[in-house]
T-cell receptor, first 111, second 112 residues
Framework: TQLLEQSPQFLSIQEGENLTVYCNSS?????LQWYRQEPGEGPVLLVT?????EVKKLKRLTFQFGDARKDSSLHITAAQPGDTGLYLC???????????FGKGTTLSVSS | DAGVIQSPRHEVTEMGQEVTLRCKPI?????LFWYRQTMMRGLELLIY????????DSGMPEDRFSAKMPNASFSTLKIQPSEPRDSAVYFC??????????FGSGTRLTVV
C-alpha cells in the first residue's frame, strides 16, 4: 500500500521565521503535488514536481523532489501569517488513476 | 468559471436518515473524485469517475455509500442509512485528464 507520511504534523512559528516540512514514502512516485488548504475550503494546488532532484520556486516557497522520487520537501522563507494553513502532499496511486494524500502539516504563523 | 460547486455546505442529520451530497464539476473536466476528510484519517479517496463512468469505488466504506454521475455536470454521493461515524467533511474534485485537481469547498456532515 502506498503511503505518504508528512512531518511535522503541527508547526507553530513567528512571522519572519523559516521552516521546512517533509513528505516521505517508501514507494516511488512519478510525480508529487503540493496543496494548501485553508479552514473551511478545499485544497488548492500549489505545484507539481516531476523529475528526481527537481527544485521549483513559488515566491517564498521552495519545493524539492528527492532524487529517488520517494520524498519531497517544502521550504518557506520568512513566513507570513498568510502562509497559515494545512499543507498536503499528494501522489498518484499505483494504477496512476487518482491522487492519494498525506495527512498534512498544519502551519500556524503568528505576527 | 465558478469552480467546483458543492451543496449543501453544512448538513446535520439524525442517525438512520438518508443524506445526499451534490457536486457540479468544472465544465470541460472529464474526471470527478469524491474524498472524505477527517482529523484521524486525513483525505481519503472514496470513488472516482472518468467520463461519467465509475472507475474505482474501492474506497467506499460500505454498502451504505453510493455515488452516481448521471451526466458530465452533476454527481451525487448518498449515504443511507447514515451513522455518527460518517461525520466528516466530504469533498468533490474535478480535473481534466487527471491532472491538477480543483476541489470544491466541501460539505461538512454531522450525524447525531
Amino acid at each position: 500500500t502506498q503511503l505518504l507520511e508528512q512531518s511535522p504534523q503541527f508547526l507553530s512559528i513567528q512571522e519572519g521565521e523559516n521552516l521546512t516540512v517533509y513528505c516521505n514514502s517508501s514507494s516511488v512516485f512519478s510525480s508529487l503535488q503540493w496543496y494548501r488548504q485553508e479552514p473551511g475550503e478545499g485544497p488548492v494546488l500549489l505545484v507539481t514536481v516531476v523529475t528526481g532532484g527537481e527544485v521549483k520556486k513559488l515566491k517564498r516557497l521552495t519545493f524539492q523532489f528527492g532524487d529517488a522520487r520517494k520524498d519531497s520537501s517544502l521550504h518557506i522563507t520568512a513566513a507570513q501569517p498568510g502562509d497559515t494553513g494545512l499543507y498536503l502532499c499528494a501522489g498518484y496511486n499505483q494504477a496512476g488513476t487518482a491522487l492519494i494524500f498525506g495527512k498534512g502539516t498544519t502551519l500556524s504563523v503568528s505576527s | 468559471d465558478a469552480g467546483v460547486i458543492q451543496s449543501p455546505r453544512h448538513e446535520v442529520t439524525e442517525m438512520g436518515q438518508e443524506v445526499t451530497l451534490r457536486c457540479k464539476p468544472i465544465s470541460g473536466h472529464n474526471s470527478l473524485f469524491w474524498y472524505r476528510q477527517t482529523m484521524m484519517r486525513g483525505l481519503e479517496l472514496l470513488i472516482y469517475f472518468n467520463n461519467n463512468v465509475p472507475i474505482d469505488d474501492s474506497g467506499m466504506p460500505e454498502d451504505r455509500f453510493s455515488a452516481k454521475m448521471p451526466n458530465a455536470s452533476f454527481s451525487t454521493l448518498k449515504i443511507q442509512p447514515s451513522e455518527p461515524r460518517d461525520s466528516a467533511v466530504y469533498f468533490c474534485a474535478s480535473s481534466r485528464n487527471n491532472y491538477g485537481y480543483t476541489f470544491g469547498s466541501g460539505t461538512r456532515l454531522t450525524v447525531v
